[in-house]
């Protein structure tokens, strides 16, 4: 029918070649803020000298290898992971959910991974050969992930829709917050700093060995997430007309559900609560690339990715000489961002 | 001796049930027949929609639902929408979805691919101009009005190419346009491509002069199925809508009911 409709074909398809220049566009931001990141700090580099310390790191010297090695690209890398897990979770949330106020932070999974780390911290949990840290991260990651399953039970096994499913999550962000204040209550002043890193988030603890893990869980998981681009987009068209259409929704939701626990308690165990990046990533995308999931899903992942990196490139510079918190920052680079995306696009719901 | 499964669709003691409470039992319907628009009417809360989402297997029921011949019950979802499929009440999302893109994915939904030919947005371009609305393929779904998006949905329907089609109150939320339309386009979709259409109505005047067929639906059970004429009596009408109703003829052969009151 190509012949009858060559206008419109040609639309759509140049619509869909503007979209993956979206993407690329986005790709291209990304990097050049995670470089930026690499560059800016307290000892101050040329581009140039960063561009040989990454590629030759043995023409320059000891000292400007280790602090771009060390220290600054594996914040700059954890930032950007993060940020693409966080935005990852919270498009497919949004998606399964059918709510715009879906996130890993609205339903309760950074409550229950800061509650998770302060009943490691606080208690002074230890074992033998295994370093305090990833004994923290463990326990965020284990709360973090039976706070989703312990929603997905109570929502199955009271039938309920998904607004039940935002109600319960609300409950559990208010019970786990209760408990990790509870639990701030009877930390010593030691555990209580060292506390604070989880609540308020901080990137500034990543080793090459988290940054890895999260790296490798985002690469295995993303491939899985656009395989489920076209039912996903169904979905988004009403519960009842993708069942029709012969799309398995339980199983559709559990699978995402997986996913989605597997991204937040990973980005929760490791760097603390970061809240509204699950929920600007995907209103941004979607405004960016429509709702067509092969596009919305990286857009997302990519946009979550681009602030957090942007946030993270603030938190350093804001007070010369101290990284503030990133969790505080993401909210401050975040919402002008965000307020811009929805104003411009004419402000209709999404 | 042989014998001939009967065409079209069957429905034979159906049961549904939510929780404790039974909703439909020991349903016998159809059969309905290919070609034909087939009506299901009956008040509030009569179980139009409960049977019609168990015929579409969107509901767990008991008994047998055959295609011609066929029984549906034990295929799995994906399978069961290619032979029958159920279109809900609500009219699709407005989401920021291209016509065209809403096609595609009704198309892949249950596939594994992901990319698509050339030969998939054609053949979703042919469905859209038989529904009308190739002209807007391009646009974004939350643009559209509630009767371009049933349009659109419908088009994704018959994208799918099912060979029976259940339609809970298609025309419910459609001004008189597209109430028209709509069915306009399911009577000639469903003779052209020899489908088994039902459709939850409302309107008794639709049913009486547009649907070929009348199933009048009360208390669970089929109380009248036959040829509109027959089965919208003013009799059936007050065992099942508590009303009081006359059956007019026009000039021009049309009939129509004209409520007079309630019992």
């Not at chain 1, 040989?52 to 090695?69: C, E, G, H, K, N």
């Not at chain 2, 168990?54 to 055959?66: D, I, P, W």
């Not at chain 2, 371009?148 to 008189?176: H, V």
Request: proline residues 5%; positive net charge.
């Amino acid at each position: 029918m190509t012949r009858h409709h060559p206008t419109i074909v040609q639309t759509y398809q140049s619509a869909m070649r503007h979209r993956s220049l979206v993407l690329a566009g986005l790709v291209g931001a990304l990097m050049l803020s995670i470089l930026v990141d690499c560059a800016v700090g307290p000892a101050a580099f040329s581009p140039a000298t960063l561009v040989r310390a990454i590629v030759a790191p043995s023409a320059v010297d000891a000292q400007t290898s280790l602090i771009v090695w060390q220290i600054r690209m594996p914040y700059a890398l954890m930032a950007a992971c993060v940020g693409g897990a966080l935005g990852l979770a919270g498009a497919e949330m949004q998606t399964i959910l059918a709510n715009p106020l879906a996130s890993p932070f609205t339903l309760g999974l950074s409550a229950a991974g800061a509650f998770g780390a302060s009943l490691a911290i606080v208690l002074g949990w230890h074992v033998s050969f295994v370093p305090d840290m990833w004994l923290t991260a463990g326990s965020a990651f284990v709360c973090a992930t039976l706070s989703v399953w312990f929603l997905d039970v109570l929502v199955r096994l009271r039938q309920g829709g998904t607004g039940t499913v935002i109600l319960c999550g609300v409950a559990l962000v208010f019970s786990f917050q209760a408990l990790v204040a509870l639990m701030q209550f009877v930390a010593t002043e030691d555990a209580l700093q060292n506390l604070v890193f989880w609540t308020l988030g901080s990137l500034t603890r990543t080793t090459w060995g988290t940054l890895g893990l999260l790296a490798g869980a985002l690469g295995c998981i993303f491939p899985f997430s656009l395989r489920a681009a076209w039912p996903l987009t169904t979905l988004r068209m009403g519960e009842d007309r993708a069942a029709s259409l012969g799309v398995d929704v339980p199983c559709l939701r559990r699978a995402s559900l997986v996913r989605i626990s597997l991204l937040c308690a990973l980005a929760v165990a490791f760097v603390g609560v970061i809240g509204f990046i699950g929920l600007v990533a995907p209103h941004i995308a979607r405004r960016l690339v429509g709702e067509d999931h092969r596009f919305y899903l990286p857009a997302s992942m990519l946009s979550g990715a681009f602030i957090l990196s942007l946030a993270a490139l603030v938190a350093r510079v804001l007070v010369p000489g101290v990284v503030v918190p990133t969790g505080i920052v993401t909210a401050l680079v975040g919402i002008p961002f965000f307020l811009v995306i929805v104003l411009r696009g004419g402000g209709d719901a999404p | 001796m042989t014998h001939t499964p009967p065409a079209g669709l069957v429905v034979n003691n159906l049961g549904v049930r939510y929780g404790r409470r039974s909703v439909l039992a020991g349903v016998h319907a159809g059969p309905f027949p290919h070609g034909a628009v087939c009506a299901v009417l009956g008040p509030n809360g009569s179980g139009k929609s409960t049977l019609l989402r168990a015929m579409g297997g969107l509901l767990r029921a008991t008994g047998a639902v055959t295609l011609d011949g066929v029984d549906l019950a034990p295929l799995p979802l994906p399978l069961r929408a290619q032979h029958c499929l159920y279109l809900p009440q609500a009219l699709p999302e407005p989401v920021r979805l291209n016509v065209l893109d809403a096609m595609l994915a009704a198309r892949h939904a249950t596939g594994r691919q992901s990319a698509s030919t050339t030969e998939d947005i054609d053949a979703a371009m042919a469905c859209l101009h038989d529904v009308g609305i190739a002209h807007l393929a391009t646009r974004s779904l939350h643009e559209l009005s509630g009767g371009q998006r049933q349009l659109a949905g419908l088009a994704q329907a018959l994208g799918r190419k099912p060979r029976a089609l259940l339609l809970d109150e298609p025309l419910s939320a459609l001004d008189p346009y597209y109430q028209q339309t709509v069915m306009a386009l399911l009577r000639r979709e469903t003779t052209q491509r020899g489908l088994v259409t039902i459709i939850v109505l409302h309107d008794l005047n639709m049913a009486l002069n547009q649907c070929d067929l009348a199933c009048l639906l009360h208390d669970g059970h089929i109380l009248a199925y036959g040829s509109p004429t027959d089965a919208l009596t003013p009799e059936n009408l007050r065992t099942v809508y508590r009303i009081q109703a006359r059956v007019d003829e026009g000039l021009n052969g049309q009939r129509f009911i004209s409520t007079t009151g309630v019992v």
